[in-house]
């Protein structure tokens, strides 16, 4: 039975001198479960996982796995240059508590290549892998049929983090060759949740900060209230797309996350892009379009 | 002085047999008069002008340019492996009537040998050249910087297409390092039309297929009423978004402008995506969704 | 029965000015003549081909095809952004009596669009079509499965220019799959010449500025004197290496065809790379090490 | 005062199983230092350090610094997605006895991230830092004058393996922008060695798979013998440029060593290429051609 439901992909909070903030990712923890997302995504690429040492890697699944108290679960991205380090990567999150990693292929553009990455990986593991297909920051490509071969062959392939655009046929294609071997959860920032919940995702795992609006559209469908769902999402949607723009989202959400007191700092590691005030000001101005607020702590109530 | 508004990208109307249509693409035109849009921009990318052999190239436009009849100005997409063969393009579009062409980058990555590109084919014509800038398509990445010292230092360059991600910020920067030398057309499927016309641009070449929507918008905000153009945005991202999906923004478009009567075909050339039943009732939900048809003919009326 | 031998790739001749040198050309023509090449390749990627005007590349065809005289065949590159455009290209060369043309592929990775590709080309036309796979330049990958399958079953596609690295196993792979559907010829500036004759090519298209070189291996080897062939190759291979260099050869070869007389400008359309003092010094020492010369004219003999 | 010489990239030596083989490794040492390199290069691209975990680099590492007991210099390959892993890589490296640690950048196309993450990694080292210029493989392109800053303004680093093509230009240009503030070394498979000498360089960092040839070449221009140089250089010109053909010339590397009796087995990690018996024939009919022998053990001399 695959997990379902909202596993938003946390930031890594810093302090302002760029040290791990483990007291801001307590009370991030503690914000989401308070939302009632249904699982915690971290060291994705939002995540900056790739500007931390594997030492830092460690004390966030550590730290994440302890606030949460296994009331949700928590998975935890792996991006190696090969499967000796993905899977040291992952083995590790595994002894942590983790129960599940989503792991970025390698950067070889050869099925057969790719293939044998996963399996490896997979079979060295306990825990059921996530495919990340993200081609935009990986590079290279999984076609459907490959993903579908690798979710009936491979027993530890359970799950994939879809993110190839356009990704709604994708998602179908997928259902359709794989049936019920894959949980397939959407990502992008959000921008075709509703399309994909009605396509039979599992749900989503992406960086938006503001989850209760993401729970509140998956509730809503999984009521069968589908006329519901459609209306929270296109009340939200000016803001989604906004904060989905690329290169800057990081930026966005910690911005919110620090306004809406629930990290103490915006601090994003190099390489990354900072919000000039005009910025900060037409974001602020689009939440409250919306009737959001990024002054008002606490979760929020979601309208349609 | 530079040109403002709503320049639509249009499609090339194609017969089934994969013909250029040339009754279909009259029909678009007196529609996008009917509109009331501010001029025509074909032969872009979404015009599938890559697909098109240099006679077919030299109808369209002569068709554009004789329906349109001068009541506004068409633009041409030009794209070429080289200056010179950039240069025979634009010339011919110039010499049958065109008044600005938007010329791609050649994928050299090297900001002299892009000043010396756009800067020869600039001289060598009479009408504007728009820089496209749309890193995504053509790979070449052009920084704010050079933008600005192609505006003020060679003549002819006086617009741009600007769609690099995240757009809004390179909206702003080359706004203040180029002044009043460039206008700023937005693209980018209108995603950002609304804090594109807030932080300056000129307007908008896109082909969203419901274009009174982008009039409706533009029209709000040139006359001061802000708060109304993104109510008219809001009430409509929702399918703005859903269009702008990469790689098969196309079909989409086709299929709607087929279906509102306007072309008589949907074909699109090889290489391209094609709409599966599945997609073509999803897209069609989301039209009435928001208030649209695609089964009714005419001008549609705009709310916010 | 397939065209064998060598078919050096021909460099477009400028005056100082940057204009087509027809007088260059015809010498240039009569020089490979008299060297005993065994066709001519014009219009390729060091033919300039991509910074030509349409116009420019019809007075190219004309010039070496008249000059030729049908002594030896000519083959003329063809590139463009999709099908209608290399049709266009390609039946112009046809009815300008160029014999075959070598056509790069679009870039689209994705082997039924690019089978697609081949067959709308090839069947526009009555002469052989010559892949030309060359992913450093085109970027596309051209599977072997791919190309032996375009050979067998598009009656037009005749021949592949094969240049993608490593390229012998490639080689040995289409040959084995495609039988003698297909006539394979080298390039890669001649730097695995001998092997691909060893390993069953039909010759060479490539623009190693001293081509009596080429055809002295060539010759040996298809006497069934492969020691002496090897040693001919072995002999000039410190030049043959040196010319290669990636993005500068062109730089190097109007160079020396400028220097042995035979055209009358290196000039080279921007963006090019142009030979610096030392580099020039450097180039013609080392073609003194190897016992030729850049001053002298005509055509030098070859030694072992 | 710069190191100079040739520091050959060796292998990580495998089991058949897939597993470090420590003997070969040691072996491989005494044989490198038996032909008499200035230095050793681990855990390069060609060293499959992507491929490993960091138990198994840290296990390489204190391996080849116990067997070289500091008779040379060894220098360590530092790979990562940041600076904090490139940090925890070197740091380690430096604290098992690496003396300079080379180094790949991110994937980063922006000089200031590029200064930036090269300063934040020397500046937590003891050790000199060498860039890995290799675009090819790391996509980054850095460029002269960058490269020179670094080198004037970062203390730490000190050294650059340069194997951007066209090479030699662009090592004349350091040499020229950054004086005696840096140590060039080339790569490239040693097929520009003769030309770096004379244009500057410090020595090589290549795996050529007869350290004997690239020594000997290197000792008679140090010697100032340059006629020798060239002599021996082109002698074995031949081999050099078999051997450095793309994605292949590790299988080459492993066959010829463990062929030579070094190291116990050619057993390359995922992804790579084998060789099959053809190529296998091929390359060493090629050495026997040039004087050599895959079948004799020991160091092998050298001619010109």
Known sequence: MHVQGVLPILPTPFTDQGKIDEKSLRRLIDFELEVGVHGLSILGFMGEAHKLALEE???????VVDQAGGRIPTWAGVRAFGAAGAIEQAREAQDLGVEAVFVAPIGVQNDSVLFEFYATVADALDIPVVIHDFPESFITTLSPELIATMAKEIAGVQYIKLEE?????KLSTIRELAADHIGIFGGLGGEYFLEE?????????????????????????RQ????RAAAIFDHYVPLIRYEFQPKIGLAFRKFIYQRRGIIDSAYIRSPGRHLD?????????????VGLSVDQHGVQAVSA
Request: avoid cysteine; aromatic fraction near 8%; charged fraction near 25%.
């Open 165 to 169: 655009q356009p990704v709604l046929v």
């Open 57 to 63: 890697r460690r004390r966030v699944i550590a730290t």
């Open 277 to 289: 005030e005009r910025t900060q000001d037409e974001l602020t101005a689009l939440v409250r379009r």
């Open 197 to 221: 919940l009605q396509r039979g995702s599992n749900g989503i795992m992406t960086g938006f900060a503001f989850p209760e609006v993401l729970v509140g559209i998956y509730e809503a469908f």
């Open 224 to 227: 069968g209230n589908e006329a």
